[in-house]
């Protein structure tokens, strides 16, 4: 019975069935459905429109076409690529890639998204690259996989050209989180273990956002711009192929980046003669005298 009125069973079914819903429940119907249909954000095959786990790519193309429109034939270099989802975000005939990592099946795949120049090899050792070779270094959900990572952005300093874009991508927590995640975790399960975990190229270290800072300003690096990605993050909710959603993701982790489970941050290297400059400006700045 429907509103007051008996109805067959095969008449209530086709009141209620799909081809009886308006066109706006419709399309409301299909977002939250599931298919591996969609190129999220131009990186990869995903069951979710905007993802917020491949978000933290796009936010660095922006960077990297930023710098690629103020100086034409920049190189790039992308430590860590793995099978090369940046440059299916920001390729361009202006930008030089050049990637490594450590595992060949992934620099095979890379090579074929477009890097140009691929090298294998262990980010936690010394690049083997030569001083200010590169304009941008990205290092992308990289750092907590190594034990001593100030070694690495003291290299990436290294081969950077002053005044260069350095753009890090890592996991963040709050500093009870990364207490607890640093002394009771490993006690109650074995497989979090320092020793454990770094066998099997797991999270080794953890970062609050104050301490990431820290690490890159410890570097001489200026920090520019962080961005917060994923503050609440479901792969079985169909949030995430909603747009308003994925855009309330990105204004909330640009206000307030440390309640995010990840961000972005942008560093420029310390350029000796930018300082020099701006030293000169203050000196023979006639109002500095008042």
Not at 15 to 35: D, E, G, H, V, Y
Not at 169 to 178: L, Y
Not at 233 to 243: G, Q
Not at 258 to 271: H, Y
């Amino acid at each position: 019975m429907i509103n007051g009125i008996n109805v067959q069973p095969s008449a209530s079914r086709a009141i209620l069935s799909p081809t009886r819903l308006t066109k706006r429940t419709c399309r409301l119907f299909n977002l939250m459905q599931t298919s591996d249909e969609h190129l999220a954000f131009g990186i990869e095959p995903s069951r979710r429109r905007y993802p917020l786990n491949l978000a933290g790519y796009p936010a660095l193309a922006e960077f990297i076409q930023r710098e690629s429109r103020l100086r034409a034939g920049l190189r790039l270099l992308d430590v860590g690529c793995g099978v090369g989802k940046l440059i299916r975000c920001c390729a361009s005939p202006e930008l030089g890639f050049t990637g490594l990592d450590i595992r060949t099946s992934s620099l095979g795949v890379a090579r074929q998204h477009g890097y140009q120049s691929l090298v294998q090899g262990n980010a936690a050792r010394p690049l083997p690259f030569k001083d200010a070779q590169f304009d941008i270094v990205v290092c992308s959900h990289l750092l907590e996989h190594l034990q001593s990572p100030e070694l690495l952005v003291g290299e990436v300093r290294r081969v950077l050209r002053p005044g260069g874009l350095f753009l890090v991508g890592a996991p963040v927590s709050w500093a009870w989180v990364r207490w607890l995640r640093i002394h009771v975790l490993p006690i109650l399960k074995p497989e979090k273990r320092p020793e454990v975990l770094a066998a099997d190229f797991g999270h080794v270290h953890f970062f609050t956002l104050a301490s990431l800072k820290a690490l890159l300003r410890n570097a001489e690096f200026e920090i520019e711009d962080v961005r917060g990605f994923r503050f609440f993050s479901s792969r079985h909710l169909p949030l995430e192929n909603w747009r308003w959603y994925y855009r309330l993701n990105l204004w909330w982790g640009r206000k307030f980046p440390p309640f995010m489970a990840e961000v972005n941050l942008t560093a420029r290297k310390k350029s000796p003669f930018i300082a020099l400059t701006r030293e000169r400006i203050v000196i023979h700045d006639p109002q500095a005298a008042y």
